[in-house]
């Protein structure tokens, strides 16, 4: 097995939900996991399309569940929007579904929000605040011509015991059946995220690995990128689905304690069909 481009991979952008942890559940392992890269010279950054929480929020997060984590290491959807609507969008007023943790993230990037009816931009992230009102008004600015952009596509945020929570694609597509608009997506798969970083850490994308349990985000963002990608069975994804899906990981592994055992030892695993 020629395991060549993941062993020369620089740096790891790991997802977390379903990759890392699942709600409060740390699998087993996966501490162990981000030991192995800072040994073997790698780099990494919690790479996540969570856009309900702030950067500085993952960063207490993970340290509490007992992962190491600088400001350095997370990158969000939430970060990610708030650059673009800074380059793309100046100075335009933006009206916000999210949590007041995603507001303040686009606020930090000098984003300027708005409650009233000069909104010209709508930006929907994750949002577990969400209420009837908030839909009735980005509603009203979408059917009058306001810009839709949304953080992440996903469809729904996995939880502990099989359950889940609707997310941004969710919530994006009541509000496209109600307007007839169509959001721009910031977050994976959009290649977007790993270009930034790349060029933030001077790495070169064919030198980044894209680890995460979901072949539509983040196996899709490696493949969109150029970048090397691991997916791993701990998550969203089944056997079922990697087989029906058009997207394919370059390789397939339980879990990231068996992709430390790659990195460390060259452990034999089955590259992805």
Not at 1 to 19: H, R
Not at 45 to 58: F, H, P, Q, V
Not at 163 to 191: M, Q, Y
Request: charge should be negative.
């Amino acid at each position: 097995m020629n395991y060549d481009a993941l062993n020369a991979c620089k740096l790891f952008l790991l997802d977390m939900d379903g990759t890392l942890y699942l709600g409060d559940e740390v699998f087993n392992g996966a501490i162990d996991f981000i030991g192995t890269l800072a040994a073997t010279g790698r780099d990494y950054i919690y790479l996540t399309n969570n856009s309900s929480r702030a950067g500085e929020d993952y960063i207490t997060r993970l340290r509490k569940l007992g992962f190491p984590c600088e400001r350095e290491n997370v990158f969000t959807s939430g970060m990610a929007t708030g650059m673009y609507l800074k380059t793309r969008h100046p100075g335009e007023r933006v009206y916000v579904l999210g949590t007041p943790a995603f507001e303040r993230e686009l606020e930090s990037y000098g984003v300027e929000l708005t409650q009233n009816d000069d909104a010209t931009v709508v930006c929907a992230g994750f949002d577990t605040t969400l209420t009837y009102e908030k839909l009735d008004k980005a509603v009203h600015f979408l059917r009058h011509g306001a810009t839709f952009i949304a953080a992440n596509p996903d469809w729904v945020c996995p939880m502990p015991a099989g359950e889940v929570l609707p997310d941004c694609g969710s919530i994006c597509a009541l509000l496209t059946a109600a307007s007839g608009v169509k959001p721009h997506f910031i977050g994976k798969p959009n290649r977007s995220m790993v270009d930034i970083i790349s060029e933030m850490r001077g790495i070169p994308n064919s030198e980044i690995c894209c680890v995460g349990d979901r072949l539509y985000t983040d196996i899709a963002v490696a493949v969109n990128a150029g970048a090397v990608s691991v997916l791993v069975m701990s998550g969203e994804t089944d056997e079922a689905t990697l087989a029906e899906s058009e997207t394919k990981p370059d390789y397939v592994l339980a879990d990231v304690a068996e992709l430390a055992g790659v990195l460390a030892h060259g452990t034999t695993t089955e590259m992805a069909p």
